[in-house]
């Protein structure tokens, strides 16, 4: 009996601090996590998403206008392609993406390029804009698959904010 409590103690003890070191890791790994999510948000998706909403209103709230404002207009809708397209650059690396969408960014990373080269090309009034972009389409479904990747982040964000350790 006086050797039991003492290796009892030493266990208990060792116990105490396997689960004290296990519960710091959890929490480090929990707090990594949150700052990884936030970025990706902060840094990436959001700056992207809302420069392809402003695109969204600005083609249907002004799709009849004059062709002297069409320009402008275009110009506009570049400098959000070009923001995007220096986004995609600088952080596509470290938030990783899934591979659909990686894939969508890419062709909408090309259509920016080409876009912009066609641009510069109808302010000398020698092209046709519409020409050029059907050889490398806007994605159709980027605003909505980052959109989505969007709130699957603000998820597991809220998940992570509300669980214990």
Do not use: W
């Amino acid at each position: 009996m006086i050797i039991v409590s003492p290796i009892c103690a030493v266990a208990g003890f060792i116990f105490k601090l396997y689960v004290d070191k296990f519960s710091k890791y959890k929490t480090i790994v929990k707090e990594n996590t949150i700052t990884d999510i936030e970025y990706k948000l902060k840094e990436f998706y959001f700056p992207i998403y809302t420069n392809l909403k402003n695109e969204t209103i600005v083609s249907r709230e002004f799709v009849n206008l004059k062709s002297n404002l069409v320009f402008e207009i275009e110009k506009f809708v570049l400098n959000g392609h070009v923001e995007n397209q220096q986004i995609i650059k600088q952080h596509m690396m470290k938030v990783n993406p899934s591979q659909p969408l990686k894939e969508l960014l890419m062709q909408y990373f090309d259509h920016i390029t080409v876009y912009k080269l066609s641009h510069e090309m109808q302010k000398n009034q020698d092209f046709n804009i519409f020409f050029i972009t059907k050889t490398l389409p806007y994605p159709k479904d980027l605003f909505n698959k980052v959109e989505s990747e969007i709130d699957r982040l603000r998820l597991e964000l809220d998940t992570l904010h509300n669980s214990i350790v």
